[in-house]
């Protein structure tokens, strides 16, 4: 019996049991002999008829592999002639049986141009929390290659001395770290993830002395890992195949930067977005930064538009061409009148950057003209300046739309960055995801607000959890008795697909059984993203958070799952999954 305190007594309890869910016996008994053991043949029509097994090759591996497994956790009936119910639901539950393969690597095509591809994308991939007076560190440069990111983003300012360069989020007080760090951080650790090219994009507010600088600092430390183009103009990017293991720089063509703002400064403030009736208020972190709401002060503001002053007057000696030269992908001046700005050049192509709220305002009105435009040329997304919390937009709205680089802000937690560590679990990690077909199909334009016809329909079944009882005190969700746990399982994608449920509470159980169906329609696939949460019912205050993943709906595993979870950080849990079963009609 588990026991809890309350004041003079205690309260008792029956001890968790990880026997499997009464779905789950069935569902062995009907494939299981009279003897009650699971056979070979009999796991092979399991595996086939179930588990979506259908070539004679994988058929015959996988069964091999569940009867090692059971071998060697003494899960077989003694003599060896198959598997028990608990040697079947332990596999069942093991990481081999996950619901993305467990041995998934790429399976996109990788010789396509890179506008083909959704690509893994940091925003200000130096700071370590805020975006107004946190530290700015290599670290989080090194996490977020270490996680799979492929575009890292650094702001590049003059030091107080203006003889040296300095990375920090200009106009606030985060306190800066030095380039070289940065740089020499790209370099150890840029293909550890992914053997994919990495595209640093630059933010530059540098003299042409620094630029020099930043020029023989990029060229010594990456050597022949950086990406070099014969030509300023190219009719059509390389693929990631091209560019394995290559350092790509990304920036404005440096007189452009002395004569125009910075990109991000056209961020404007936006809209609350539509789906976040569906999904539920955002998930609060203990260990979240406190918002700092407050503007740079009128002294540092003057302060900063002298130094840009300083710089234009300086800039007027010239353009330094070394620098110049190690700008492999350009990007392109915005005219602010969007039927220009989304003119395709047949000609050369770039990279254009929007703020989130520009974006957004421009789906609207030149949804069409968004998808052609990256058919051939890259756009960047990139939040707006009011997410100081280093809060994130719905990535959705990019990828919709063809977007390839939807930048999110790393260093915070909470639902919209939990979608793009979904998106990008997709095609074994490697930080590039293909886009759907229909994203570049030039003859019939994809628009994601019509009314677009049900393709498939996915059963999603939720029988169990456990593990927290491994990863937590027994007193972390309530002091007085055990967990209260329900799963929240939805669809993020298109508007028309978007969708939430929960099961019932499950009251006093650290291994709740819910064998809960739901059944989501799908009008595109190819975009939906399967989230799952846990959470701990409180009467009394906000539930209590348990878990959570996001997984890409088009390499699910057909059958029944191990679904592991992950920290609101997208870290992944010691101990903690769920057993779901995927059906797709």
């Given amino acids: 019996?588990?026991?809890?305190?309350?004041?003079?007594?205690?309260?008792?309890?029956?001890?968790?049991?990880n026997e499997p869910s009464e779905a789950i016996g069935d569902l062995f008994q009907s494939y299981a002999g009279g003897d009650g053991v699971l056979g070979?043949?009999?796991?092979?029509?399991?595996?086939?008829?179930v588990q979506?097994?259908?070539?004679?090759?994988?058929?015959?591996e996988t069964a091999w592999e569940v009867m090692a497994f059971a071998a060697e956790q003494k899960l077989?009936?003694?003599?060896?002639?198959?598997l028990t119910v608990e040697g079947f639901h332990r596999w069942l539950s093991s990481d081999a049986n996950a619901a993305l393969h467990p041995r998934r690597g790429v399976r996109d095509d990788m010789t396509l141009p890179l506008s083909h591809y959704f690509i893994y994308t940091g925003h200000n991939s130096y700071l370590t929390g805020n975006q107004l007076s946190s530290g700015c560190s290599e670290a989080p440069i090194v996490k977020a290659l270490q996680d799979g990111v492929r575009v890292i983003e650094l702001d590049l300012w003059p030091n107080s001395g203006k003889d040296d360069v300095e990375v920090l989020h200009g106009r606030t007080w985060t306190s800066p770290v030095e380039l070289d760090k940065c740089l020499e951080a790209i370099k150890e650790h840029a293909f550890v993830s992914s053997p994919y090219p990495v595209i640093l994009t630059l933010e530059d507010h540098l003299t042409p002395h620094l630029q020099a600088k930043v020029a023989k600092m990029i060229k010594e430390t990456f050597g022949n890992t950086l990406h070099l183009t014969e030509s300023e103009a190219m009719w059509e990017f390389p693929s990631p195949e091209d560019l394995k293991g290559k350092i790509i720089v990304s920036t404005k063509p440096p007189k452009e930067y002395l004569q125009t703002k910075s990109s991000k400064e056209e961020a404007q403030n936006g809209s609350p977005e539509e789906e976040e009736s569906v999904w539920g208020d955002e998930i609060p972190d203990n260990k979240a930064l406190i918002a700092v709401n407050r503007e740079v002060s009128e002294k540092d503001t003057k302060l900063y538009v002298q130094e840009e002053e300083e710089m234009e007057k300086t800039a007027q000696q010239g353009v330094n061409m070394e620098y110049k030269h190690l700008i492999a992908i350009s990007l392109t001046r915005r005219k602010h009148d969007m039927d220009e700005d989304l003119k395709?050049?047949?000609?050369?192509?770039?990279?254009?950057?929007?703020g989130e709220t520009a974006y957004e305002k421009a789906t609207i009105t030149h949804g069409a003209e968004i998808i052609k435009f990256t058919q051939k040329n890259l756009l960047r997304i990139f939040p707006r300046t009011t997410r100081i919390t280093s809060s994130n937009y719905n990535p959705l709205m990019g990828w919709r739309y063809g977007a390839q680089m939807v930048a999110a802000n790393m260093q915070g937690h909470g639902r919209k960055l939990w979608l793009t560590q979904g998106m990008f679990r997709a095609n074994g990690g490697c930080g590039y995801v293909k886009k759907p077909d229909f994203l570049m199909n030039c003859d019939k334009m994809f628009d994601p607000r019509s009314n677009l016809p049900v393709k498939t329909r996915l059963k999603v079944t939720v029988y169990m959890g456990d593990g927290w009882r491994f990863d937590f005190d027994k007193t972390h969700f309530d002091k007085f008795s055990p967990p209260d746990f329900y799963a929240r399982v939805g669809i993020a994608g298109v508007m028309a697909d978007t969708r939430m449920e929960e099961t019932k509470v499950i009251m006093d159980n650290w291994i709740p059984t819910w064998d809960h169906e739901l059944v989501f329609p799908l009008a595109v696939p190819e975009l939906a993203l399967l989230r799952v949460e846990v959470h701990e019912s409180d009467n009394h205050q906000k539930d209590d958070f348990g878990g959570q993943t996001c997984l890409p709906v088009w390499e699910l595993r057909p059958g029944i799952r191990s679904v592991r979870l992950c920290g609101r950080d997208g870290e992944m849990m010691r101990s903690i999954?769920?057993?779901?079963?995927?059906?797709?009609?």
């Fill in 1 to 17: 019996m588990t026991t809890y305190r309350v004041c003079c007594f205690r309260r008792r309890f029956r001890p968790a049991s």
């Fill in 344 to 354: 395709v050049d047949p000609d050369k192509v770039s990279r254009m950057s929007l």
């Fill in 52 to 60: 979506g097994e259908t070539g004679d090759d994988d058929l015959e």
């Fill in 577 to 585: 999954k769920l057993l779901m079963r995927f059906e797709f009609a």
């Fill in 76 to 82: 077989l009936k003694k003599g060896g002639s198959g």
């Fill in 40 to 49: 070979e043949e009999a796991l092979r029509r399991f595996l086939r008829e």
